[in-house]
């Protein structure tokens, strides 16, 4: 059985971000496939909403494209699927609650297991809000991934001692995007959690983009989340972008690897 923890157990975990459709659903399949085999260990596929409000302009943006184009929830899990026929790498949504709800919570979660889908990520759900999906996660085996933020510290506690899968750290304040430099203390971020729930894995993300930004996150966590700067080479390619994400990706995992 898949398992997200498959994604932390050799090494330092890279972990990508795709908006799924973008630039075509034929192309995520491809992309997941090259990823997978290029160093990836674990791969975020975004479902695409409206009001993507944690994202950059970058995200948004290909968010719009792809429902421009009339891509749907059940043509994202029908791509899914096939990627799955190809590929035991482990992969997470990223969405929005809406999505789920309008879909209807149960059958969301229930379809994105029978998918082969491991894990959750819905930013704009708190966790004090998290009781509307967290039973129906752990009936299907889906973990559902909770958030920790430079402004988390009163509420690290509480957060990570009960989160699942793995926490995902945000580096910095604001919506995703590249950033030339992160000043947060990831170190002490990441060190909380790890107080609070020693077992689970940390990954940081939001404005990682170059490979020493990510073997410097890496060196104070479990993993490293990366979206934007692969999504700006999916507008810049378009459907020729895929040995370009593979080439970042490989580079990306090569700066992690050997850190302990």
Do not use: W
Not at 33 to 49: H, N, R, S, T, V
Not at 114 to 129: K, M, N, R
Not at 233 to 257: N, Q, S
């Amino acid at each position: 059985m898949i398992k997200i923890s498959d994604a932390f157990e050799e090494g330092k975990a890279f972990i990508p971000f795709i908006t799924c459709g973008d630039p075509s659903l034929e192309t995520t399949e491809e992309l997941c496939c090259a990823m997978a085999e290029a160093g990836a260990d674990l791969i975020e596929l975004g479902i695409p909403f409206s009001d993507p409000t944690a994202e950059g302009p970058v995200i948004q943006d290909s968010t719009f494209r792809t429902l421009a184009k009339g891509v749907t929830t059940d043509q994202v899990f029908d791509t899914v699927r096939r990627i799955r026929r190809r590929t035991h790498i482990p992969m997470v949504f990223m969405t929005y609650a809406n999505v789920v709800f309008s879909y209807g919570v149960e059958r969301f979660v229930s379809a994105a297991a029978a998918v082969g889908v491991q894990g959750l990520i819905l930013p704009d759900v708190p966790y004090e809000e998290k009781d509307e999906f967290q039973p129906l996660c752990d009936r299907y085996g889906l973990d559902f991934i909770s958030f920790i933020a430079p402004t988390s510290k009163d509420r690290t506690e509480m957060v990570a001692g009960q989160a699942k899968g793995f926490l995902y750290c945000i580096s910095s304040l604001g919506v995703t995007g590249v950033r030339p430099e992160i000043h947060t203390d990831v170190a002490a971020m990441v060190d909380r959690c790890k107080r609070a729930n020693p077992g689970l894995p940390c990954a940081v993300g939001f404005g990682i983009s170059r490979p020493d930004q990510a073997a410097a996150m890496a060196r104070v966590s479990d993993g490293v989340i990366v979206g934007s700067a692969i999504v700006s080479l999916c507008e810049k390619y378009g459907e020729d972008c895929v040995p370009h994400v593979a080439a970042y990706v490989r580079e990306m995992k090569e700066a992690l690897r050997g850190i302990e």
